[in-house]
């Protein structure tokens, strides 16, 4: 569908903006005196235009254009402050209703209908028909038949012989005959329709063959004269199928061509593997095949009779429920249903039935699915759910597959398509794969590049997956871990600490239910990766040489000048004995008052640096609205001071350190609380802003070693500190892990 999107301002051009729904939107400026222009070039060329303007003007500007609303373009008016959307012309017919609905979804806001039945929420024929593809027949008829519709709230409906096509909305009823009905469902060539209308779906298929060269115009008459021989309505042609010698034959080209039909090639194994008591052919004897018209028609549907030949050109027909039908692969993301795409959003709403895995229906907001066919499965029913959806696609339905993250990355899509082949046509909607939702909690930890590697060894043999590792620890780069099954972790896992620690991989992040509202980060030294800490929910991303830590934020350096650089020839961040250029330290105990320190926060990173300031022997005030429940309980038993608030400038007026651990976005108003007082800070989120930090610290007897990088590189001080503690021997718990775990 080609949008034209006309704006007049720089205001008008931010809404035009927010409203263009795919690259193929046209955002177009109408400088003064342009608007004539502007329009006529677009009214044949889109197939909607939208006016980010005044009611008025869009009115202006279409009068003249004006002239039949089943050719008519879409017209819709959006303000220039997006209160709301007017679908002016082309409601129905022209698409307008539904891209009007797309178009406020993506503002926020609400259309403003003013058709009848699209205020009383109801499906008018004229819609419908919009909708399926389907033509209209009868167009004079629908003011009387949208008018029942209203009063009545329900039209009767007559569906013809041997047709099959998706449920209709609830408010059209079947009838046993055509003389009791308000709409008519049909392919056939019926007689006038009287005070109805008829709606004709492009529910046959047709199979064709001719010999080489011959002539547009004979093709033409005798495939008419097929459809004549059955009663078929040119357009109920939903496809014209051929052998694939025959697809680029200029005749059978150009009547597809004329139809608004795709010519699709059928290879030579479905024709051979699709059974009939075809007619006696010629192909036979030239091609080895019991023909080409009757079984690629029959390939798709039910034949309606024997094939149609003269003149060098073979026809015959055949009641397709595939054609009206469609399967969508769909990556719903890692969860979150605001990771759903816009596309997949509108996939789900139009279909008629939904399949997947239980998990990934249930996170769909009821609303999406109410209905629908709705089937859930469990997991290791893959093959099953997508002949499933297959099945259902092949009754004509629009169904909906369900494959969590991106369905071409570990996912469905390749099952799919494999299955399907000639059977259901199949398009896939991308999805957002979990590693890319764990890059955007944990920093930008893959800006030069990222390995994803799956761990299960179901579907392929573990020399496969261990060959998969080897390469991406020998990358150096970010890798991303999936599917932790259960079945031999352990060992798994001790090959990829091995693995990876050879290479110089330090750290593993462990993300679990990433997106969604119960999502958990945490970090450890990549030798302390165990199978206990892991389950299926839970992607393992491994930061690459190039990755900083900051705060608790990581960081690949993509080479700009402002980013701190590596003295390391191999560019290498976090490795013991690396020269990181940083800020001197003064490393230093404290004693007595001295170790009276504020926390500002209660959230994780709070958590993590207080464990460590109270192993220390610290004093410790915590100004936060709330606190994460470990924190509570510590407040609770006395071990640490807690005032329900947002910390203040007598906070750091009175103490001499503080430790700020806020989120990024409150950092700021944190700092300017404390400048001009005398109070020392540790900003978490902000090296550049710290007086001191913590460092990564570990018991040796009666003596504590700690090792900092200023906050440059903790990954660094953490392996350094591993490394010394080995030689001294000592204990770390998890209490003074400093900047180990920050």
């Not at 469990?378 to 991106?406: F, T």
């Not at 090959?495 to 990876?500: G, S």
Request: one cysteine or more.
């Amino acid at each position: 569908m080609i949008v034209a999107i006309l704006y007049f301002s720089h205001r008008g051009q931010g809404v035009a903006e927010r409203l263009a729904l795919s690259p193929e939107d046209r955002q177009v400026r109408v400088e003064r005196g342009g608007l004539r222009a502007a329009v006529e070039s677009w009214w044949t060329a889109a197939d909607a235009i939208v006016f980010v303007s005044s009611l008025g003007i869009a009115v202006r500007a279409i009068a003249p254009y004006l002239s039949d609303k089943a050719d008519d373009p879409a017209v819709i008016v959006v303000p220039e402050d997006a209160s709301c959307v007017v679908p002016l012309t082309g409601a129905h017919l022209g698409g307008g209703r539904d891209l009007a609905e797309d178009l406020a979804a993506r503002l926020g806001t609400r259309p403003l209908h003013t058709t009848a039945s699209d205020r009383a929420g109801l499906t008018a024929p004229d819609l419908l028909a919009a909708r399926r593809g389907w033509t209209l027949i009868g167009r004079e008829n629908l003011p009387r038949i949208n008018a029942r519709l209203l009063d009545e709230r329900c039209l009767r409906v007559w569906i013809g012989n041997g047709i099959r096509i998706a449920p209709l909305p609830p408010e059209y009823r079947p009838v046993a005959s055509p003389g009791d009905s308000d709409v008519i469902v049909s392919p056939n060539r019926l007689p006038a329709p009287g005070d109805r209308v008829q709606l004709v779906p492009r529910c046959v298929v047709a199979g064709t063959g001719c010999r080489k060269g011959v002539a547009p115009d004979v093709f033409r008459t005798v495939f008419l004269k097929g459809l004549e021989r059955y009663g078929i309505l040119p357009e109920a042609v939903g496809e014209i199928r051929t052998i694939p010698e025959k697809t680029a034959e200029i005749a059978i080209v150009a009547v597809a061509r004329e139809l608004g039909v795709a010519v699709v090639p059928v290879a030579r194994e479905t024709i051979l593997a699709t059974g009939g008591d075809f007619s006696p052919s010629a192909a036979q004897r030239r091609l080895g095949l019991p023909g080409v018209a009757e079984p690629c028609a029959a390939s798709a549907g039910t034949l309606l009779g024997p094939r149609l030949a003269e003149n060098g050109v073979t026809v015959a027909l055949s009641l397709s429920p595939a054609v009206p039908g469609r399967l969508t692969v769909l990556g719903t993301g890692p969860g979150d249903t605001g990771s759903v795409t816009l596309s997949g959003r509108g996939a789900i709403e139009e279909a008629d039935a939904v399949v997947g895995y239980g998990l990934y229906v249930d996170l769909l907001p009821p609303s999406w699915i109410a209905g629908k066919i709705v089937e859930r499965y469990s997991m290791g029913e893959e093959e099953l759910r997508v002949e499933r959806a297959i099945r259902l696609a092949g009754e004509g339905l629009d169904v909906v597959l369900l494959s969590g993250g991106d369905p071409v990355l570990f996912g469905l899509a390749a099952l799919a398509r494999s299955l399907a082949k000639d059977r259901v046509p199949v398009r896939v909607l991308p999805g957002i794969t979990a590693a890319q939702a764990a890059g955007a909690i944990l920093g930008a930890p893959y800006t030069n590049g990222l390995v994803l590697v799956s761990l299960s060894d179901y579907l392929q043999p573990w020399p496969a997956v261990r060959r998969a590792l080897r390469g991406a620890a020998a990358s150096g780069m970010t890798t991303a871990l999936y599917n932790p099954v259960k079945r031999g972790l352990d060992d798994k896992l001790r090959e990829v600490r091995n693995l990876f620690s050879e290479n110089g991989y330090e750290l593993a992040c462990l993300v679990r239910n990433a997106s969604r509202v119960d999502a958990s980060v945490r970090t450890l030294p990549i030798g302390q990766l165990r199978a206990d800490l892991l389950d299926m929910r839970t992607l393992v991303l491994l930061p690459g040489a190039s990755v900083l830590r900051e705060g608790d934020l990581f960081l690949d350096r993509r080479g700009y000048g402002s980013e701190p650089k590596s003295q390391d020839p191999k560019g290498g961040a976090g490795c013991p004995g690396d020269a990181v250029e940083g800020p001197s330290s003064l490393m230093i105990c404290l004693h007595g008052a001295a170790k009276n320190i504020l926390v500002a926060g209660g959230g994780p990173v709070a958590l993590r640096k207080v464990r460590t300031l109270l192993a220390s022997g610290a004093a410790v005030r915590v100004a936060a609205p709330e606190l994460v429940p470990e924190l509570a309980v510590m407040a609770a038993e006395g071990r640490l001071a807690w005032e329900r608030r947002n910390v203040a400038r007598d906070d750091f007026e009175r103490h001499a350190f503080a430790l700020i651990a806020l989120p990024k976005e409150e950092t700021g108003e944190a700092l300017a609380l404390a400048d001009g007082t005398s109070c020392l800070l540790d900003c978490c989120s902000d090296v550049a802003a710290c007086d001191w930090s913590l460092a990564a610290q570990f018991r040796s007897g009666a003596f504590t070693i700690g090792v900092s990088s200023g906050g440059i590189s903790p990954s660094g001080s953490a392996a350094l500190k591993k490394r010394l503690k080995g030689i001294l021997g000592g204990t770390a718990p998890e209490e003074c892990m400093g900047e180990m775990s920050s």
